[in-house]
């Protein structure tokens, strides 16, 4: 994980959205972009955008996202201040299957300033990578800041991973190191036509 601050290119300045950090290779958070960060955005190469906000997106980001041939994925959350109503762990888990799917790579995850949904969000993927609590913990802390939510770290401490398979039934999913650009993805269809071509 690493913060990327103001870089210059071509005499241009590049400016990433609010809060903006690498989760890993081919994933990145942040903020809500705008207008300034577009230039920033294009050197990402992205292919989709999960937006975890309830609001219709931003026209102008709508524009951007048809000109330069970006997905988006759309999961609302409310964003209120230790919201009462729980978070919808099928809507997270939903996003979480979008994530995963390496074809959706590169891939931003932003929701209004890039701390709780977000943060959310990247601490239950933390926990299908096998981190322990105490490092998901710290990394939501980093980007909520003094506003770190208990709510959200009891939603992410209480996530149920293996519930995850529910919604990756179709998807087999194979790292070959951790961080590693060898992953692919593999499908229960294309395994079964492997064992029929070696069973010949």
């Known amino acids: 994980m ?3 601050v103001e870089e210059q290119v071509d005499d241009q300045v590049l400016v990433p959205p609010s809060n903006f950090s690498m989760v890993e290779d081919g994933i990145f958070r942040s903020g809500c972009p705008q207008p300034a ?3 920033f955005l294009q050197t990402l190469n992205l292919k989709s955008i ?3 906000c309830p609001e219709p997106y931003p026209e102008e980001n709508l524009k951007f996202l048809e000109s330069n041939n970006i997905r988006l994925f ?4 409310e964003g209120k201040t230790e919201s009462p109503v729980a ?4 809507t997270i888990m939903e996003a979480l299957r979008v994530l995963i799917d390496v074809r959706n790579h590169p891939i931003l995850i932003h929701c209004k300033r890039g701390k709780h949904r977000t943060g959310c969000l990247v601490g239950c993927l933390r ?3 096998n981190w322990c609590l105490p490092s998901v913990f710290g990394e939501y802390q980093v980007f909520a800041g003094a506003k770190s939510r ?3 770290m009891r939603f992410i401490e209480t996530f149920e991973v293996l519930s995850l398979r529910q919604c990756l039934y179709s998807i087999i999913y194979q790292y070959h190191g951790y961080g590693s650009k060898k992953r692919r993805l593999l499908y229960k269809e294309d395994n079964l036509q492997k064992t029929q071509i070696t069973s010949v």
């Open 37 to 39: 960060n577009f230039p």
């Open 87 to 90: 978070i919808p762990r099928n």
């Open 2 to 4: 690493g913060v990327i």
């Open 127 to 129: 926990k299908v990578q």
């Open 74 to 77: 759309q999961f609302g959350i």
């Open 150 to 152: 208990a709510t959200d």
């Open 50 to 52: 999960i937006y975890l």
